[in-house]
């Protein structure tokens, strides 16, 4: 934000010496690579206080008559408009670039979590050593102050992490976008098949929303551990789906 007011005044004015023999166009197209380093760099706010800022500037150094926030010739009022308008445009692009950039990381940072859990289920590694490294995932994953895995029988009715990201408490949905994780721990059930193995309990960290891929991440990387389960004890799961998936308290 300080960016977006300081440079467009700063580059306008560092180029004044220039004034005689530099055309106006030439200024405006500076001023819009200006506009495009603050917004790819920043966000959409930042982004176009830089191109409003660039156009007053441009009016005030750069159109007659000189130094006042005034424009008298019909061409500088088009260019004064078009920078406006080019740097409004530019700035959106810009972001949206960068948001995709983010996009892209964030997916193969998911894709990777994913496969290294993956690959100890395949190797059929111990339940309990899935369960440890996906808790140390899910730390990072959705920025919780802490974690314990639970296995076997749910007791209690804490909010609970669904596995399409959202979250119910009790008969209610928790609107996790909006409000944040609640101030409590959150179950997130460790099933494979119908049948649940046990739970993570999450202690989310004070104003924590994790954004809906991270969450739907999450309970994918839950399902790898009641998968490590099922593979390792068949008879429990035959028994349990027989006699319903969870016991409640």
């Not at 934000?1 to 166009?25: C, E, G, I, K």
């Not at 007053?56 to 000189?66: I, Q, S």
């Not at 997916?107 to 496969?115: G, I, M």
């Amino acid at each position: 934000m300080l960016a977006a007011v300081a440079l467009p005044p700063a580059l306008a004015a560092v180029l004044l010496p220039w004034r005689s023999s530099l055309a106006n166009t030439d200024v405006a197209l500076l001023l819009v690579v200006a506009i495009v380093a603050v917004a790819a760099n920043g966000h959409r706010t930042a982004g176009i206080l830089t191109a409003i800022s660039a156009a007053l500037w441009y009016d005030f150094f750069w159109t007659t008559p000189y130094e006042r926030f005034t424009i008298t010739r019909s061409t500088d009022i088009e260019t004064t408009v078009l920078l406006l308008a080019v740097g409004v445009a530019v700035s959106e692009l810009a972001i949206r670039a960068r948001h995709a950039r983010r996009t892209v990381i964030y997916d193969t940072a998911y894709l990777s979590e994913l496969r290294s859990t993956i690959r100890l289920v395949a190797a059929g590694r111990d339940p309990h050593e899935v369960a440890e490294q996906v808790g140390t995932q899910l730390v990072t994953l959705l920025g919780l102050r802490d974690i314990r895995f639970e296995p076997g029988q749910l007791l209690g009715r804490p909010p609970q992490l669904e596995p399409d990201g959202t979250m119910s408490w009790g008969e209610t949905r928790w609107n996790i976008d909006e409000h944040g994780f609640p101030d409590q721990d959150i179950e997130l059930r460790t099933g494979s098949g119908g049948t649940v193995f046990g739970r993570f309990m999450l202690t989310p960290a004070p104003g924590t929303a994790p954004s809906l891929q991270a969450r739907q991440v999450a309970a994918m990387l839950a399902t790898q551990v009641g998968m490590a389960f099922a593979q390792q004890e068949p008879s429990l799961g035959s028994r349990s789906n027989r006699r319903g998936p969870v016991a409640r308290a």
